[in-house]
């Protein structure tokens, strides 16, 4: 509904600019042309008056001189009128593309902000709501340990998502205004990121995780960011591939960089899509059909983190099909 209303005010904003643009261009056409018609005219009334001048009294010689600097003015004006024209229409157009992508960009974002404020409820609702159905069935039935378990677990898992989102929303917003207290110490990344893994091991026991870390890499940096980072891309891949595929974490040093991927067999991500991904509130696909749960956070704040951390990330195609992120580290 949201969507359609902006995509509605967009298609307003876009053809007023259009009308308004065509306008503009079209004055300025007007314009040029009645220049050029005043340089004629001007023209033919000062031979107009060389050549009553000619009856009279002047002498070829002048009359040559002074037609030369007739037809000279003429072609000098023709000149200054024609660069004026080219310069004005570049600035016309330049800032006419300049306009039309910030508001494009601008309504971008609000739709992006809307599907990101639709996306937060639910995901803050939803698992309050399983978290409380489970605790209520836990306290009115007596249920055999093994189901009692079962609930915990499950109860656990959606307090453990709601932990992320809300760290995501909290550091993104901490990040960007200068407010988060960033710590520079030196970090063991290759147990980081073991440590990390054995928690989602054991949330995911049905999921098969690789794991080829080089022993003793370390970086410099703020361990939760880190731990965020790599909290994300692991989310993303456990979310975003079949439950039967492998997903591999790797991390080594290689020319003086030190480098961190996850690989998962998912569908992968589109080549046009690459960089937009790490765009703020940027999902793929529309809200109409997409069937996973997210908000479009944990990307960009896995670029922000990195870019903090001195380093790069991004997403290659992995091979036969999936996704690689890699996030390097410049030392
Ligand atoms: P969210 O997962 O909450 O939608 P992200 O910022 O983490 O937000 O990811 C942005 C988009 O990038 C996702 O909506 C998804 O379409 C795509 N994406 C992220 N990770 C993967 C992956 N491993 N495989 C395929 N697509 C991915």
């Known amino acids: 509904m949201a969507e359609d209303t902006t995509r509605k005010k967009l298609r307003r904003a876009t053809i007023t600019f259009w009308l308004l643009l065509t306008y503009v261009v079209a004055a300025y056409v007007w314009w040029f042309i009645s220049l050029e018609q005043q340089n004629e005219e001007m023209r033919g009334y000062k031979e107009l008056q060389l050549q009553s001048e000619v009856d009279s009294s002047i002498s070829p010689e002048l009359y040559s001189t002074r037609y030369e600097t007739i037809e000279k003015d003429y072609r000098r004006n023709q000149t200054k009128f024609a660069g004026e024209a080219v310069v004005f229409l570049a600035l016309i157009f330049v800032g006419a593309a300049i306009l039309y992508r910030s508001v494009r960009r601008q309504f971008r974002l609000q739709q992006q902000q809307q599907n990101f404020m639709m996306a937060v409820t639910h995901e803050l609702k939803t698992p309050i ?91 410099k940096g703020d361990p939760l960011l880190l731990q965020i980072l790599v909290n994300n891309l692991v989310e993303n891949a456990i979310k975003y591939s079949p439950r039967d595929k492998p997903i591999i974490a790797r991390l080594y040093r290689q020319d003086g960089l030190v480098k961190l991927e996850l690989c998962d067999e998912g569908p992968g991500v589109p080549d046009e899509e690459k960089i937009r991904i790490f765009d703020k509130f940027y999902r793929i696909g529309n809200e109409n059909t997409r069937k996973s749960q997210g908000t479009g956070l944990g990307l960009y704040l896995c670029s922000k983190i990195a870019r903090d951390h001195n380093a790069d990330i991004s997403v290659t195609n992995n091979h036969p099909h999936g996704s690689i992120f890699a996030v390097s580290f410049h030392q």
């Open 129 to 219: 709501a399983v978290a409380r159905i489970n605790l209520e069935t836990l306290q009115k039935h007596n249920l055999d340990p093994e189901k009692q378990k079962k609930l915990i677990r499950l109860t656990l898992e959606e307090t453990t998502r709601l932990n992320t989102l809300t760290n995501n929303i909290l550091v993104s917003s901490q990040l960007e205004g200068g407010g988060y207290h960033f710590t520079n110490e030196e970090i063991e990344l290759s147990d980081l990121l073991e440590d990390v893994l054995q928690d989602f091991i054991k949330r995911f026991p049905d999921r098969q995780f690789i794991l080829d870390v080089e022993p003793e890499v370390d970086v």
